[in-house]
Each structure stands twice: as C-alpha cells, then as structure tokens.
C-alpha cells in the first residue's frame, strides 16, 4: 500500500504553548488507524491537522505527495462525538445538503436534474447506512445511534478518501456501539477508505484498527506543563485484531510494549 498521508516533523503551537511536536508518521491508504491516549495529548488536534482546520507551525502534512492546504476539502470526511447534523431538515435534506455543498459551493444549493441526482445519491447513501426507512424524519425524531448513522451519511456523500472520526461512538449504549462497529468496518471496506478514528475506548481501537497510535508527551516539566508537546509515542501495526464481540472487561489482555519511530531528537 503508498502512502496517502505524510506528516514530516510536524509541530502544532499556540503562543508559548506547544500541543504536538516531532509528529514524523507516514500512513498508508485503506488503513484504520485508531488513535489512543490520555486527554490533553493532541489527538483531536492532530485529526483537525488531517482535516485542513489547522494548519503546523512547522513541519508539513502532504497528501499524495503534495503539501496539504489549511482547508477542508471534499477528499476528508468527518465525524464528531456530537451529532453534527442539521436540525431543521430531514436526513434526506441533511445528507443532499452536503452533496449540494460539493457541486455547488457558492450557493449550496441544486436545481433540474442535478437535485433529483443528488437525491437519488443521498437516499442511497441513507439505506446504505441502515436509514432507508426514515428519510423524512428529522433528528429529534431519531435515536442517538440513527443520527450518528445520518452523520456518517453526510461525510461519505461527498466520497472522500480519508474518513476522520473523533470519539464517534463515545455518547452510544453498548449494544448500539457494537452496530455502529461493524457498519463502520463495512463502510471501511466497501469504501477503500483511509480512516483515522481518535478514542478513549482502548478496546475500540484494537478492534476496529489495523494501526494503533499512542499519543503522549515524552518529556514533561511540572513547572511549565505548556512547555514540551506530545507525540505518537507507541506505532503498533495489528496484525490479530480483536474480535468485535471482545467484552470490555479483558483490557487486561492488552499491553503496549513496542516504542514507535518517532525518535526524540
């Protein structure tokens, strides 16, 4: 598999505060990296480095090869912990939109022929994801697990190759979260996906990643906490994932025991 995403030396400061540092990663197209680690260590903001929201202090982030631009674009698609969904339009309406934002994104909005295409594409889109029954719903009339769905409907509409997801099943029940893991799978393999998934859950990472990275700082000062920034501290390519059914409570069996090629320098 080429490398789809490159992140060379890769720093990320705000001021004197410093949140990534040496961030040196290559990740190769159709894998699932699950990223793990404690809160604070720059996780969402390394996914908001992926998605164009940020862009490095120093360092760069190529795509392809060629340096990614601090904008979002249609080849990134994302998912929040929060449903990210419209609430005064339908899911049918709430997946055209982003479709409509792709083909038209000054006016966001489709006339003739090409509205009935783009919402012949989001109904689609909507079975594909287990919502063909529910099309004129809006979102307070859905469950938590059914908008999440009509979230992941809105990101892949636009069919991009990298499928960024923060903490995506974290606010789900259980046996919700296990549905929503193999539809993801699905839409992984289905899609040719490239997928960074940041969670809490370590678990979900190894059961849903072909790749799990630990973020965490190397270096810490109590005096100046801002002071040193984290990084992928461990780089663990899975080559026996879990099997999805695994019950919460055999954490246990997981330890981490292989440092990354992240070097400090």
């Known amino acids: 598999m080429s490398d789809l995403l490159a992140f060379d030396n890769v720093w990320l400061e705000y001021g004197d505060k410093i949140v990534l540092e040496r961030v040196n990663l290559s990740i190769a197209e159709h894998c699932f990296v699950s990223i793990v680690g404690p809160s604070g260590a720059g996780k969402s903001s390394f996914l ?11 360092g760069q982030i190529l795509l392809d090869g060629k340096i990614l631009t601090p904008e979002c674009g249609p080849d990134r698609g994302v998912v929040f912990q929060r449903y990210s969904v419209f609430p005064h339009l339908n ?50 009339q859905l469950s938590g697990g059914m908008q999440q769905r009509l979230a992941i409907a809105q990101a892949l509409i636009a069919r991009p190759r990298v499928l960024l997801l923060d903490e995506p099943f974290g606010a789900l029940d259980p046996g919700i979260r296990q549905d929503m ?16 998934m940041v969670t809490h859950d ?13 973020f965490d700082k190397r270096r810490i000062d109590p005096h100046a906490p801002h002071r040193f920034g984290a990084t ?19 954490v246990s069996i997981i330890t981490i025991d292989r440092i990354s090629n992240n070097e400090e320098g």
């Open 48 to 58: 908001r480095l992926a998605l164009g929201q940020e862009s490095p202090s120093r």
């Open 91 to 140: 899911a049918l309406r709430n997946v055209m939109f982003a479709r409509e934002c792709v083909k038209a994104p000054f006016t966001a909005r489709l006339f003739g022929a090409a509205r009935r295409r783009a919402a012949e594409e989001a109904e689609a889109m909507l079975i594909e994801v287990g919502l063909g029954d529910s099309l004129h719903l809006y979102p307070s």
């Open 181 to 196: 893991h193999r539809l993801i799978l699905r839409l992984w393999e289905e899609h040719g996906l490239t997928v960074l």
């Open 202 to 214: 370590i678990i979900e990472a190894f059961k849903l990643g072909t790749r799990v990275l630990a």
């Open 232 to 250: 992928a501290v461990y780089d663990l390519p899975l080559t026996n994932k879990l099997p999805l059914d695994t019950p919460d409570v055999s």
